[in-house]
Structures are given as C-alpha cells and as structure tokens.
C-alpha cells in the first residue's frame, strides 16, 4: 500500500446542500421494495440460474412478498428471453405482481426487449446508461450531448413501441448508471430531459432510479445527491424515485436507508446483499431494520433459514453467519457476561411488552430462530451460558455457587478442547463430574425413618473403598443422618432441589455442597425418582470428588461456605 494514497485515489468530491433535510427525518413506512435477485443478482453469480432455478427463485421472491421483481435482461441471452416467456405464457405471475426487465439503450436490444414481454399484463422496462465522466469517454467513446441523446433515443423508442402495444400497461425506468460518480447538474439534465420525454403523470408515473453503480462516498455525500435531485428533478409528483446502492465501501445499507430519508420512495436490492462484486444492498437487512424498529416492512422473513437455505441454493454462495438477523451466529452470544445478561433478559420477558433482552436487537423468534441457539459456550463463557443451556435443554437448575464451579470446570474443558461446547458437551461433563462421581463411596440401598422427635434415623448398604458396609446414623434429616452415619466430621453448605419432568416419570435433581475440614468447599449432585435417594447421592457425589481433589474449583472469595439459608433437608 502507498504511504500516500491520496495522489492514486483523489477524494470524493461532495454536492453542496447545507440546507439538507435528511439527518432530522425518521423512517416511519417501507419503501416500494424491488427485487433484483433475478437480474443484477444473477449476472454476478459464477453460474448464472438456468430456467428452472430463475422460476423456484421467482416463487420465493412473490411469497416473501415482492411486488416488483426485475426478472431479467431479455436481450443477452436465450436463457432470460425464454425466463421472461415462460412466465408469461404458463402465468406464473400474479396480479398483484409486475415483472421488470433491463435493456441498453440500443435499437436491437430494446426490441427484442418487447418481444419477451408481449402478452404481459403490466411490466416495467428499465432503460439505462452511464452517465459518469469517465464511462462517457472509455465506455462510451462520446461526451455529455452523446449520452443524453442516447438516453432519448433509448427513452422515444420504447414509448414508440409500448405506444405500439396497449394491451400491456406499461411502467417505464430510467436509471441514470453510475450516477452517483456523476456531476450531479448532467445527471439532473439527462433524466429531466428523459422525463419530458416520456411524459409521466400522477396517474402513469415513471421510476427515475439513481444507482451507486459503484458506491464511492460516505453514505452522507450519496444521500445529498439524492435529496438535491429529489428536490430538482422535473413532474415530481409524477416520478417514482428510486435507488439502487451497491456495497463497495460497506454502507450500501446506511446509504439506502438514508435516501429514503432523502426523499427516495423505492429501494432496489437483493436478498442477502448479492450482486455485482461486493453486492448489491441487502433487501433482507433493510426490511428487518425496519421491522425491530416497529415498522411493518411488508416482507415476511418468518421463516428465515428456510429462505436462505433456498437463496444459498440458488446462488451457490454461502450467506455469513454473522450476516445481520440471518447468520447462523448472530442469535449467539459466547462471552460470558453477553450470556449473563441474555439470559437476565428472557427470563425477564412478560408477555406483550416490548421486546428488551440485551444484546439481541431482535426476538429470535419473529424470524424462526429458536432461543436454544441464543446462547454457545466457548472459552469465552460464563456461568450464566452455562446453566441456561443446562436449564433449558436438561431442565437442570444448578444453584448459584454451582453455576460457579462448574463453569470453572467447564472453561478447563474449552480451554484445552478450543473447541466450542454444546448442551450436550455440558450435559455429558455433568454427569462425569458429578452424577458418576461414585467412588470411594456409592450408596446401594437405605431405610429411612421418621421419629415422632422430628429426627431421621438412616440405615444404609454402603460400598466405601471397593468393600460393602452397612451403616446407621440419625440427625435431623437424612443429610445429617447420613454424615452421622458416615462419622465424617464435615458441614453441608447449601442444598438445593427441584423436580426434572413431571407425572409419574418425575425425577428429583439434589444439589449439595459439602466441605471437609481443612477443605475447599464442593458440589455434588444426585437425580433420581426418590427424593432421598437423590440427596445421597448428590452428598456422597460430593463427598467422593472433594476426596478425589476435585474441589477447590470454585473461585477465590468463595471457598468459604457461606451461612446456610436452607434447611437441610425436607422432612417428610
Ligand atoms: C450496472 C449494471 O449492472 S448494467 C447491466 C449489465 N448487465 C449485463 O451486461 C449482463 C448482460 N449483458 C450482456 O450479455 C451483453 O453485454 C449484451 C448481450 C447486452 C450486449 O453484448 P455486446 O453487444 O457483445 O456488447 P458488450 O456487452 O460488449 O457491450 C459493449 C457495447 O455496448 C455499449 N453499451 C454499454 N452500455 C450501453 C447502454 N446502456 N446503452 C447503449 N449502449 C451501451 C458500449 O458502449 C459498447 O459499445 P461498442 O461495442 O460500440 O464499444
Ligand atoms: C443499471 C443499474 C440500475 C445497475 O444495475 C447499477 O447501476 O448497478
């Protein structure tokens, strides 16, 4: 790269509008949406669609919703010629829904233009040609007075042969291409000229559509542009003002979006932002700005893996997963404290209020995406990612403490792993640390009994270190009883229990937290059917992973128990 660029890439040249309007406009409606998936999106694919796919494409086009669809550029090639007739001739476009096309501004390319659109109910044909300076003399080999007259000569035949044909209604486009890299006075004289020319009225307007071909500004600059020309441009009551940005700085978005605020009406782009080199703006990021902003976009994206899955499809390109609202990752939060207060807000969530969760512009489920892919739990995580996947996908509740610890063990896991851990992962080093955790002491029966004095006596068929054993102890509930009956010499810190499922096939889930002496304090956890049986386990899963040294997990400030809130055990 060069120390100094700015000799090789003069700096954009902006329009002067110090009274601009914009910057304190609020969108409050969708635009006029265009889709040019089958026409720009297509002549930049590596393999452009055939028939087939141009006609599946189309389908989904009409059910998201579009109402103007650009189908193709009949004159280039058979494929789009035969696109155009087919779906004319088998009626596959609805009548709320007009097909558009695209032709140079030459003689042969517009009538055979006409020729795939005979028989159309309404179709928009959109003539255009650069305007630039430097695609005047390279492209065009001509200057300001050539490149007006061949948009004239473009606009008079095609009304001389939509005149021809009045069976269709026809919608007639200008765009102005490259406009935006054009002196802002010629790109208004050649589409004032054009319009006098084709003589739209409020009844019949015309589109007047201003592409950045090439986006070559901040989006402010590009915005200016748009709103002197809407504030210029000849019968503007009778002027459907379009824009087309393309993404090569980045802010095809920004840049549309502004526009409308500019005084455009209607947006041409395509799904995903495909299009020429680095694309064209992304209909689908627009119209779910629009949407969490409380704004209908009249797009439906209900669904929208499924649309695109069939775009990916389609265009053999994959969408990223960090594209905005659709990529496989955006509904993902790894680091801890983004889990942390996700899971905050959706357990906070009241039914009707609006949407407040941190973190996630949008509610996942509006666009089909589910809650479980919320929240992904790497090296970066934290406890709160951790327990919600546990609690959503295996119903466990671990206290607040454990959450802790076992966040500690999970991020030993990561750390080593590198690798993402799923609900299954987590699930999986659960039941290793704690449910396995049966040895050297592993309870397989015991008798229970509850004494007028309140005090329960335990007898229990032990195996401690490979040998079978039968112990006796009491206290005032089988926790006590069973440290009694171990004679161990220890404190139980916290205890916490809740069901797993309901019905007959409930389940009890039994947190403990245990500490030897001269001991850090550590959890252990036990689920079965039977509510005591499960409190044993989890006191002896406890036991057997502070003598295997797997305590000392939880982190500094909290080895020391804290003064106990719950009773220890039920009595029932
Ligand atoms: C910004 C956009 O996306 S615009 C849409 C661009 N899309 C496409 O080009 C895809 C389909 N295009 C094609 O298949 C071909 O370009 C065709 C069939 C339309 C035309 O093919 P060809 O006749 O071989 O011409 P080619 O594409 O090389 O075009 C260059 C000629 O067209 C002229 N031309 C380019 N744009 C225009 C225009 N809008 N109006 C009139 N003439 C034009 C050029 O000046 C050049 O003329 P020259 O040969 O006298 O120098
Ligand atoms: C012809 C126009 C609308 C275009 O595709 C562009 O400028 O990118």
Redesign the pocket.
């Given at each position: 790269m060069l120390a100094d660029p700015s000799q090789k890439y003069p700096p954009f040249s902006p329009i002067a509008l110090p009274d601009r309007q914009w910057p304190g406009r609020v969108l409050r409606s969708a635009p006029q949406w265009m889709s040019t998936d089958l026409?720009?999106g297509n002549?930049?694919l590596i393999e452009p669609l055939d028939g087939e796919a141009k006609l599946r494409f189309f389908q989904l086009l009409v059910a998201i919703g579009f109402k103007e669809i650009e189908v193709a550029?009949p004159?280039?090639?058979q494929t789009?010629f035969d696109f155009v007739r087919r779906l004319i001739d088998e009626g596959h476009i609805p009548d709320d829904v007009t097909i558009e096309v695209?032709?140079?501004?030459?003689e042969d390319?517009i009538c055979r233009t006409f020729d795939a659109l005979r028989g159309a109910r309404r179709a928009i044909v959109h003539?255009?040609?650069?305007t630039a300076p430097q695609?005047r003399e390279t492209?065009?080999?001509?200057d300001r007075a050539g490149v007006k007259a061949?948009a004239l000569a473009?606009t008079r035949l095609i009304r001389k042969l939509a005149d021809a044909d009045p069976a269709t209604d026809w919608v007639f486009q200008y765009?102005p291409?490259?406009f935006s890299a054009t002196e802002p006075e010629f790109a208004l004289e050649v589409c004032n000229a054009v319009i006098a020319a084709w003589e739209p009225t409020p009844e019949r307007k015309m589109i007047v559509n201003l592409?950045a071909?090439v986006e070559m500004s901040t989006p402010n600059h590009y915005v200016d542009q748009i709103e002197w020309m809407h504030r210029h441009l000849a019968r503007r009551d009778s002027v459907v003002l379009s824009v087309h940005p393309h993404n090569d700085r980045g802010t095809a978005v920004a840049a549309a979006e502004l526009a409308l605020l500019a005084g455009a009406e209607r947006v041409e782009g395509c799904l995903f932002g495909n299009g020429?080199r680095t694309g064209n703006v992304d209909l689908v990021t627009l119209a779910l700005n629009l949407y969490s902003q409380g704004v209908a976009p009249g797009l439906d994206f209900s669904d929208i893996d499924a649309v695109q899955r069939q775009v990916e499809d389609f265009n053999r390109l994959p969408v990223h997963p960090r594209h905005p609202y659709a990529g496989e990752l955006v509904y993902t939060a790894f680091s801890g404290s983004h889990q942390d207060a996700i899971k905050k807000g959706l357990d906070a969530r009241r039914p009707g209020a609006p949407w407040q969760v941190p973190y996630l512009p949008l509610d996942p489920a509006d666009v089909g995406r589910s809650y479980d892919a919320v929240i992904r739990v790497n090296s970066q995580s934290g406890k709160g990612g951790i327990s919600y996947l546990l609690q959503s996908e295996y119903g466990l509740q671990l206290p607040r403490r454990m959450q802790i610890e076992f966040s500690r063990l999970i991020q030993q896991h990561t750390d080593t792993s590198g690798r993402e851990a799923t609900a299954d992962d987590l699930y999986a080093l659960f039941c290793r640390h704690y449910l396995e955790s049966r040895a050297p002491y592993r309870c397989h029966s015991f008798a229970q009994q509850r004494r007028d004095d309140g005090t329960t006596t335990l007898s229990l068929q032990l195996e401690q270190h490979g040998k079978n054993r039968s112990v006796h102890g009491q206290g005032g509930g089988p926790l006590e009883a069973l440290l009694d009956a171990l004679d161990l010499d220890a404190r139980i810190g916290d205890y916490h229990e809740h069901a797993l499922g309901s019905g007959a096939d409930a389940r009890a889930a039994c947190y403990v937290e245990l500490q030897l002496p001269g001991q850090p304090a550590c959890y252990g956890a036990g689920i079965d059917r039977n509510i005591t049986a499960a409190a044993i386990d989890a006191l002896l899963s406890a036991l057997n992973r502070s003598l295997e040294g797997e305590a000392g997990t939880l982190p500094a400030g909290h080895e020391e128990l804290p003064p106990r809130t719950v009773p220890l055990i039920y009595s029932r």
């Open positions: 026409r720009d002549q930049a550029f004159a280039a090639s789009d695209i032709t140079q501004a030459r390319l003539l255009y040609n650069a695609w492209v065009f080999a001509s061949l473009g765009s291409e490259t592409p071909t020429e």
